[in-house]
């Protein structure tokens, strides 16, 4: 069975740019999560998606990051424009309902 | 915010039990305790997780106190392969799910 891909695996940009991460889930799985991970720290829940609405956007800064899952199945993760302390990997992962999360290997951004 | 308290770091021999404890004295009885483990540079990786009854599968073992306020993740024999940062989190059931990753525990198997 194939994991969660993201892509891309590495992405290095200057602040004030724009940048995208894609993520595509397990087969299946109605719930997508995207996660921030800061070194030395446990991943934060940015968003997490069912199908392909909002469960729970709480802490996903609005006025710069933005995602979406329009046909339920890939998702992409937006920050305009990004900030020296968006430096960080970004996680996605998966599940059937209510069950553990898959993770896929992450998108380590530098912002310069 | 994270739900469950665990110790920075832990050093193991090879070969030997690695034991992992977590607090969770808050969790609703409706919550369960998931374990995953973060070798460098790589996504978490589910281990195990559990509500009331102690669990077992090829990875580990979790042993859930009665009272469900703490749990161990138990490594019957550690590896090299084992060393990674370990989380414990409890799944917040009343808001969709949600995983509240804490800083985890650090374990090192020594040769």
């Known amino acids: 069975e194939a994991g969660v891909a993201q892509s891309p695996r590495y992405k290095i940009i200057e602040k004030r740019q724009s940048v995208a991460f894609w993520c595509n889930p397990i087969?299946?799985?109605?719930?997508l999560y995207w996660y921030q991970q800061i070194l030395g720290q446990g991943p934060k829940l940015l968003i997490q998606f069912q199908n392909n609405g909002v469960v729970d956007d709480s802490q996903l800064p609005k006025d710069r990051f933005s995602a979406e899952r329009l046909k339920g199945v890939d998702s992409t993760l937006k920050i305009q424009p990004a900030k020296l302390e968006d430096s960080a990997v970004y996680l996605c992962?998966?599940?059937?309902?209510?069950?553990?999360?898959?993770f896929g290997p992450g998108t380590r951004l530098t912002v310069l | 915010d994270a739900k469950t308290t665990q110790p920075t770091s832990m050093d193991c021999a090879e070969g030997r039990a690695a034991n992992l404890p977590c607090n969770h004295s808050?969790?609703?009885?409706?919550?369960?305790v998931y374990w995953y483990r973060q070798i460098h540079s790589q996504g978490p990786q589910y281990i195990i997780h559990?509500?009331?009854n102690n669990e077992t599968n090829e990875m580990a073992s979790l042993i859930i106190t009665e009272d469900r306020k703490s749990s161990t993740l138990i490594l019957p024999h550690a590896t090299l392969r084992d060393t990674a940062v370990y989380y414990c989190?409890?799944?917040?059931?009343?808001?969709?799910?949600?995983?509240?990753f804490g800083t985890g525990t650090s374990l090192t198997v020594i040769p």
């Open positions: 989190i409890v799944r917040v059931t009343n808001t969709g799910n949600q995983f509240y």
């Open positions: 087969s299946g799985h109605a719930t």
């Open positions: 559990g509500l009331k």
């Open positions: 808050t969790i609703s009885g409706n919550e369960y």
């Open positions: 992962a998966s599940s059937l309902v209510g069950r553990a999360q898959f």
